[in-house]
């Protein structure tokens, strides 16, 4: 593309990453569509190896944000608000510990961080395992707890609650109002986090603003293709990118990735 047709503030962006961020952004909306989780397992890590972690979570937070819009409204009726609001006063509470890390902590060891997080949380989601105690408060509590930092710091909540939330006694239909409900919040309170520590800037608004379209023909390519695709066979093969995306993103990748 000429330079003459590329608004000075988008300039910066129109290097050789651009494509390569494209296909990545496409390939995260894609897995959202297609499986309904997983966009910030892949976005995340690769990504953050193209331009830092603290671009990529920043960016996905905004992206994923205005994407859950048309998905929360029709979802408001069926949740459960017992169940979801105490995880979200949680989550709330310490997303800004998880803000500090990614703030502070040095983005080698936090890429390294978040690629080892989504293999452990990849095992846990394919292995089956739930948790099928009782919902107890301090249980919810320290779930919340325990996504809130780790959403702050990575923007990949959604592991903890979903293995809480899917051994427990509610519908599936429940399960999913609330996990719309809770991720919605959620990116509302890590907006509110960002922008007070100063992390939502302009370069993350045009970025994320590039990355829009992307996301939404993936999402909307993976929801097409999930109508021809048995509910095993789809969970494997998100799976299988996303440990792909993970382990690709590793620093030991980075001069094959570039």
């Known amino acids: 593309m000429s330079s003459a047709l590329i608004p000075a503030s988008l300039a910066p962006f129109f290097d050789d990453r651009l494509a390569i961020a494209a296909a990545i952004t496409f390939a995260a909306g894609f897995i959202r569509g297609f499986s309904g989780f997983g966009a910030g397992m892949i976005y ?52 800004p510990v998880g803000a500090m890390a990614l703030i502070y902590v040095d983005p080698g060891p936090l890429r390294w961080a978040i690629a080892i997080l989504i293999v452990i949380f990849v095992a846990l989601l394919a292995s089956g395992w739930r948790y099928h105690g009782a919902p107890k408060l301090p249980v919810t509590l320290g779930v919340g707890a325990i996504s809130g930092v780790l959403g702050g710091a ?20 429940s399960v999913r109002a609330n996990l719309i409900a809770y991720f919605a919040l959620f990116d509302l309170s890590s907006i509110i986090v960002y922008g007070w520590n100063g992390l939502l800037t302009n370069d993350v608004f045009l970025f994320g603003l590039l990355m ?27 799976y299988v990118i996303i440990l792909f995306a993970a382990i690709s993103s590793l620093p030991l990748f980075d001069r094959s990735l570039r």
């Open 44 to 95: 995340v890590p690769l990504i953050g190896a193209l331009y830092g972690p603290r671009f990529a979570v920043t960016t996905i937070l905004l992206i994923d944000f205005i994407c859950s819009i048309p998905f929360l409204i029709p979802a408001l009726p069926h949740v459960r608000w017992r169940e979801a609001l105490p995880l979200v006063a949680a989550a709330a509470l310490t997303i």
């Open 154 to 173: 990575t923007q990949i909540p959604g592991p903890p609650v979903i293995i809480y939330w899917l051994g427990g006694a509610i519908s599936a239909a």
């Open 212 to 238: 829009f379209v992307p996301f939404i023909s993936g999402a909307a390519g993976g929801s097409m293709v999930f109508a021809f695709v048995s509910d095993r066979n789809y969970r494997s093969a998100a």
